[in-house]
């Protein structure tokens, strides 16, 4: 919108950006590396599961099976039809948000309530679970397949696979941010910020709040299919526990929660934080689902508007 | 004069009930038009019929000719028609900067550029009152100046007419004649026809070119605001039957 | 006639369904909390109970303790970690409570699979098995099934006849004017969510006197009563006993002719086509 | 509902502003709002049982119900009827006889005539004048000003949250202000 907004937002893009770049010269063991790639497919995915939930209100419970139908349909044909795996991820990606721009209509056609779309998604989330397994001849149920590798083309010979990777995903976060902050500063930045107040108003002052929130869902559920593909190859193994609601939805939404709602900086910091929290708790086994459920009650009683807001109130630093 | 909305037996029913019932009316270009009725007359539901919240049963509206009947809120407004809220509803998180220039962006019939919905949302707060609060989160005005800033926000869509419900209650006698003044104002200068729904009857009275009354969902009389207070059914529509 | 011991096991299995179920209706109808650790009750209690008949406690005190339990642990939430959710309105409110009960729901399927991790635990009679006209019945199943459905006619005759259940429905249906007459709805809230965890203690034990409990059910436990009482309309009780035997008859048979993830995607569809189709529900109204 | 910002209400010469709705249901005051709020899938005689929650009142339900049935006799005939089923009319009746049900000493009654067809409202003045005949205080806040005055044995008009007028109902009945503050002329 103005100038000085414009500049903020790109000085603290270039920051966020500038220390992700520099965390694998830091961190060069392979272990270490995986994680860092996995910080950034969770963080894209927070990101993209912002854009629903965070902007518009739609309470997506189905973040695991937008990125698994994406990877499943791209990699079993991939592995199948030996098609270039470049060439099928758009064709998930796009069933991720079609089927996420499906449920939106869905939900403002029928007007549900957040809480109704939330169990709509997760009944989604779980059919889409049971089907994996069920449909064990063509996805290997629990055993799942290996999807052909991708191929980064210099990038690996140059940098080993896992920074390849990490430098691919880190390109698509810039691509990513830059768009997300044109978005905010034009006249679609505006209208999430009037349906976010007030949907109500928003349809009496002239915009078509529909028409807002089944793009965002389209777009948020690409973003989530693109990195759910890129997630899979990534691991090179897909099984279904990549995509379960307690592996990847449960742990995307406390990362926005955390981070917070709507804001741009939110989703890093909330897939830093509990990216490296994940790993400090691994050792516990099954108790790590109990440490969850115990970081989640924590947040929505103590902890509601998330941490960059709650930054921003105290310092009153305009952070994004 | 030319008619530039026009009502054709709307009605409306709430689980059997009817709320507005056969419901005709016709509003002139430029005119002022006050819309009163004792609580629960339907007057906020026929608003809500006229500018597309509400789907009516049955009846059609017409607005510049064209039926707008069952057409989404959104398409309503951009085709020239604002409203203001009972309960004004201002995006209480944005500035007031912000508000009036969501009317201008996103209810104007062309899209206009950035810097002239800004400018024209400086304009607009300006008319109403509000120039010296440009960067100040809605949340933190008062009731009264939430109203002022929802009719600011209305008045940059640039609409043809606007709806107006309820803008005088708890004003004090030299605020009710402050606002009538930017009433007229609006008509004279943006040359807004107004479709008013008002319970501080003296303003009504003194304002609008005609009165229309609603008595339980039905149209109970229609005229000059001098023939209206000599109407006894009006009188006893408000002040019960056996009136001296 | 293979079919008829599939629909009384189908029945049996509605029943407990139920028994969860209406719990969540009614505790999402006086306070608007979808309480997300509902089938974790019934774990506890079942587990409880089941410990404790293992090591030869008589069979009806083991299910009084688990039961009792279960409503303790479930009056202590009530007031402690709800409270924050109670104090919300309207949409935040249901947000809060929905995703506080989520976080209890995993911590104490954590701790319970931690704990108990792997084990099957059953409650047992002391008969095996009945023969009747030729086909084997179980009368775990059978006595299951009885203290379910008398226990469900029970609640229904507390809700409609006495002041206390007519005071619930008051509040279920409207609120303010429940304050109106002088009721005090968040008492009501308190004792009915003492209650709904009670009688998921309860299905947990009656899981476990008729099949076996495992830790590991308590997720499954939650997400099918949350579905069998959308589809009977949220706030209605008997809509949701009546689903809750429908669903629960027609999982039966789904499985025994298809397979178990085929009915378990019917169900989850039963849910979502509800939602969409019929959000208030198989019967369409309130309590 | 909402509690008064200043100043207190008091009963009995105790404070009460800041008790909640139920608790002044309780103590003896009864606010029967415009919306009714009555419970519409439940049916009359539930409805007016419930009306007698309070232990107060449960002591006293089988005389009230007698009271309310008399004065009321058109409740008595649809005793089973479901709330929601009845006409306008009849729910403000429903709500007015609940609101004695709790044994109240202050009956207030918000708005009773809203949405009534004329006949109805005379009916209904005519009940709440012989309401106030069983030695009940009613608060009336009320738009029908003639009706209003005639039944009441004093009149307060209020302008934009201030008391503008007072008087005896007689008295205000004849005063050409309070119509010129309804009708503005």
Known sequence: MDKNQFRNDTIQILIAVVILALLPLLFRGAYQLRVLNLFLLFMLITIGFNLIFGHTNQLFLCQGALAGSSMYVSGLLALNYGIEPWLVIPLGTLLAGGLAAFFSFIAVARKLEAIFLGITTLSFQLIFQNLIVGLRDITGADIGFIPPELSLGPLTSLLGRSQAYYYLLIIILVVTLLIYRSVMNSNIGLALKMILDDEMASEIVGVNVRRVKITMAFAGAMLIGFTGALYGFFNAYVAPSLYEFTSLDIIVLIMLIFGGKATILGPIVGAGVFTILNEILRPLGPLTVLAYGVVLMILFIFFREGIIPWIKNKTKLPLI | ?244 | MSYIPVIIDGIVYGLQLSLLAVGITLIFGLGEILNLSHGEFAVIAGVTAAVLNGVDVNPFISALVGVLLAGVFGLIIEKTILISAYKATGETRILSGMFITLGLGFALHGYMANQFALVSYSVRLPIDTIEFLGMVFRPTNLVAGGISAITLILLMLLLKYTYFGKAVRSVVQNEIGAQLCGINPSRIRMIIFFIGTMLAGLAGIMQGLSSTIEPEVGVQLTIFAIIVSIVGGVRSVTGTIVAGILLGVVYSLVSFLIGTYIATIFFLLAAALTIVFRPEGLLGHKV | MIRPKNGRIILDSFDISKYEAYKRTELGISYVPAERELFPQMTVIENLELGAFTKRARKRKEENLELVFRLFPRLKERKNQLAGTMSGGEQQMLAIARGMMTCPTILMLDEPSTGLAPKLVAELFEVIRKITEENLTVLLVEQHMTQALSVADRGYVLETGRITLSGSGEELLVNPLVKQAYLGV
């Not at chain 2, 607005?63 to 085709?79: E, N």
């Not at chain 2, 900067?97 to 969501?102: F, G, I, R, T, Y």
């Not at chain 2, 809605?138 to 803008?167: G, M």
Request: some cysteine; charged content about 25%.
């Open chain 2, 1 to 244: 004069m030319t008619i530039i909305l026009e009502g054709k037996s709307l009605t409306k029913y709430f689980g059997g009930l009817p709320a507005v019932r056969d419901v005709d009316f016709e509003i002139g270009q430029g005119e002022i038009v006050g819309l009163i009725g004792p609580n629960g007359a339907g007057k906020t539901t026929l608003f809500n019929i006229i500018n597309g919240v509400l789907k009516p049963d049955r009846g059609r509206v017409i607005f510049r000719g064209k039926d707008i009947t069952g057409l989404k809120p959104h398409t309503v407004c951009k085709l020239g028609m604002a409203r203001t809220l009972q309960v004004p509803r201002p995006f209480l998180n944005l500035s007031l900067l912000e508000n009036v220039m969501s009317g201008a962006i996103f209810g104007n019939h062309n899209t206009i550029a950035r810097s002239k919905a800004e400018e024209i949302a400086y304009r607009m707060l300006e008319v109403v009152g509000l120039n010296h609060k440009h960067y100040v989160i809605a949340k933190n005005l008062t009731l009264q100046e939430r109203k002022k800033l929802e009719l600011a926000r209305a008045l940059a869509s640039n609409p043809e007419i606007i709806l107006i419900d309820e803008y005088m209650g708890g004003l004090n006698p030299a605020e009710v004649k402050e606002a009538m003044e930017l009433l007229q104002r609006i008509r004279k200068e943006y040359k807004v026809t107004i479709f008013w729904v008002e319970h501080v009857m003296r303003a009504v009275m003194q304002l609008a070119d005609r009165v229309i009354v609603l008595n339980q969902g039905l149209k109970l009389a229609e005229g000059k605001p001098s023939e209206i207070a000599q109407d006894s059914r009006v009188i006893e529509a408000y002040l019960g039957g056996g009136v001296v």
